[in-house]
């Protein structure tokens, strides 16, 4: 099974940027970040595979996705960040079946983000 692990969460005031990464073991076709606020359930912000990425609503336009398949690294790049973008962000992956939130069960430990006013 994949292995992955989070890095680059920190504090950052409102409007500025904060750039997160993911190391995985190894390839996999499907990989995701999602964020959790306390209390909430877990959110699908970015998916990507080889052919595509999507973003939510909630990030589309601020936030970019990019991987480096020679490493098996995924960056997740935040601009413009608010205060509702504080939460605990994951990355996920699966090795297939990726077309729902529920398709992901490979999970990081998670990297905090905290978005100051």
């Known amino acids: 099974q994949v292995q992955l692990a989070e890095s680059g969460g920190g504090s950052v005031p409102t409007g500025g940027s904060l750039t997160l990464s993911c190391q995985a073991s190894?390839?996999?076709?499907?990989m995701a970040w999602f964020r959790q606020i306390p209390g909430k359930e877990r959110e699908l912000l970015a998916d990507?595979?080889?052919?595509?990425?999507r973003y939510a609503d909630s990030v589309r336009g601020r936030f970019t996705v990019s991987r480096d398949n020679t490493v098996n690294t995924l960056s997740l790049q935040m601009n413009s960040l608010k205060i509702e973008d504080t939460a605990m962000y994951y990355c996920?992956?699966?090795?297939?079946?990726?077309?729902?939130?529920?398709?992901?069960?490979?999970w990081g430990q998670g990297t905090q983000v905290t978005v100051s006013a």
């Open positions: 190894d390839y996999i076709w499907c």
């Open positions: 996920a992956a699966a090795g297939n079946f990726c077309d729902r939130p529920s398709s992901y069960q490979i």
């Open positions: 990507t595979t080889a052919g595509r990425t």
